[in-house]
């Protein structure tokens, strides 16, 4: 009987680690061209590339550090035009952030500011999938706060929109 238990406790906080080790998920959407009139019919993606699915992930803890996950993105099915699995380069520049530090007599940073700039993310694809997972950089600085005021696009291999956060609906 006490082995039994045991092993029952032993499931129990693997399940507890599994669950603590799940991510923030966003599904990106197809991005379309912006239209220059009230209506714009048919509509054109931006990218002549598609796409089965690309998630977003983030760590779902309320705090991080350096080392830890920042970012991880996931594509599955990229194709060409001609429908062919893609094998190639994806980025997602990082949108614009307003950054603050608390610690250290910091304070928040200028919008803009070079100090704030960040290079893009770069995913290697290869035949159609991909993964990239990016963590914060060693010397982040504690009481780091960044505020985000763009939504994440993802370029094409040729550094067209192909998908952003969004939603949509079956058709």
Do not use: H
């Not at 092993?7 to 220059?36: D, F, T």
């Not at 991080?64 to 699995?85: C, F, H, I, S, Y």
């Amino acid at each position: 009987m006490p082995v039994r238990i045991s092993l029952v406790a032993v499931a129990l906080l693997a399940c507890a680690g599994i669950a603590s080790a799940r991510l923030n998920r966003s599904i990106l959407v197809p991005a379309y061209k912006a239209c220059p009139t009230s209506n714009c019919f048919p509509p054109t993606r931006a990218s002549t590339y598609t796409f089965d699915s690309i998630y977003l992930y983030s760590s779902p803890q309320p705090y991080t550090g350096p080392g830890k996950l920042a970012l991880m993105v996931v594509v599955k099915g990229l194709k060409d035009a001609g429908g062919n699995l893609v094998t190639g380069r994806l980025t997602m520049p990082v949108p614009p952030s307003r950054i603050t530090v608390l610690s250290q007599s910091v304070g928040t940073f200028a919008d803009g500011s070079p100090l704030t700039a960040q290079p893009p993310y770069v995913i290697d694809v290869k035949d159609g999938a991909g993964r990239g997972r990016f963590s914060l950089p060693d010397n982040t600085p504690a009481g780091l706060v960044a505020n985000t005021l763009g939504s994440p696009v993802l370029l094409d291999p040729e550094g067209n929109e192909l998908a952003t956060t969004g939603t949509q609906t079956k058709e």
